[in-house]
């Protein structure tokens, strides 16, 4: 046997050797992981790790429907190192441990308007940020008129479970003052009785440190208030539009921002499930999925919406319906894409957008995708 084919033979034997041992302790190597893992999270600031400037991630690209890439409506938003969270839908809080963005971190909710799909994860992401911070004052939770009804109810319905956690863990460890949520609400100005529907308003609900957040009306009748939310940060802008029709008000808050997340729903495809919905006898179903059209905006409308304000991305968002294969994609977007001189994005969960600050560049990724 020829010294090279004995030296092959023996480095096979010694490679099989090594991949049996590291198979029979396969579960003492995946712990060792684990530990080295939850060790980097525990010590580092995630958000310390971003280049300076606005940063969208989605907690929750989805709305009612069940969608196993979707959960509920959640728009994460970093300026510099300060986290924000624009509505909390099912599975917000997973959803942003899951994208390495810590709940405890986060310093303000705001909710465009109190459809339960935007709400229903409201009651975890305050558990999360409290007992995940050590806060001890509650989470500003900023909103529209209404929002106090909204963040008293959560408070009173989670009041069982801040006892729990006081007693078993000690108020030195959760603070219960740090618990639940703040209700900060905002007006837009006078009664709609007496202003034109069509009448852009604006609020500054936080300016500070640089980074100035705005929310403005949107169309969602006969859900009022709505609103929509515009961040700018060092010369970066990102406009969220919230559930509405095509709005011209999101148009305009919209101009030359460099990100448009508008929600969108394809009549197309409601329409089949509505059809199937009659044919099944669900009278209900079918009812509720012609209603729902005329209070979302089409991806063809929110693309030519993003080209008059021209906008450079326009991620779409609040996917309606439920989009269980890729493959549905192009139906769902139609035209969009020939309406838009920019990069349409049909979103999902973990996408997540940077806009460095000195820069125009705009870097897309996905945190959940392996």
Known sequence: MRARTKIALGTLALVLVAATAAWSFRGEIAVALVKRTVEQALTGDPLAALPDGLHLGLCGAGSPFADARRAGPCVAVIAGRRLFVV???DGA??????MNL??????AVLLTHFHSDHIDGLGGVMVQRWVGGGHERPVPVHGP??????????????AADRGYRVAHHGSATVRPAGAGGEARPFQ????RAIVARAEFREVTVLESEGLKITAFEVSHAPIEPAVGYAFTYKGRRLVISGDTTA???VETAAKGADLLVH???SPRLVGIIGAAAKTAGRENIAKIMADIVDYHATPEQAAALAQRAGARHLLLHHIVPALPSGLLEGPFLGKARTLFSGTVQVGRDGD??????GSDAILVSNRLRQ
Not at 93 to 98: F, G, P, S, V
Not at 145 to 158: C, D, H
Not at 352 to 357: D, E, H, K, R, Y
């Open 263 to 265: 929600e969108a729903l």
């Open 352 to 357: 997540f957008i940077s806009l460095p600050a």
């Open 188 to 191: 837009l100005g006078a009664p």
């Open 247 to 249: 709005d011209a008000r």
């Open 87 to 89: 509505d909390a839908g």
């Open 93 to 98: 809080a997973r959803n942003l441990q899951l």
């Open 145 to 158: 008129t209404g929002v106090e009804a909204i963040v008293a109810g959560f408070n009173q319905a989670y």
């Open 102 to 107: 810590p709940p405890g971190q986060i310093e």
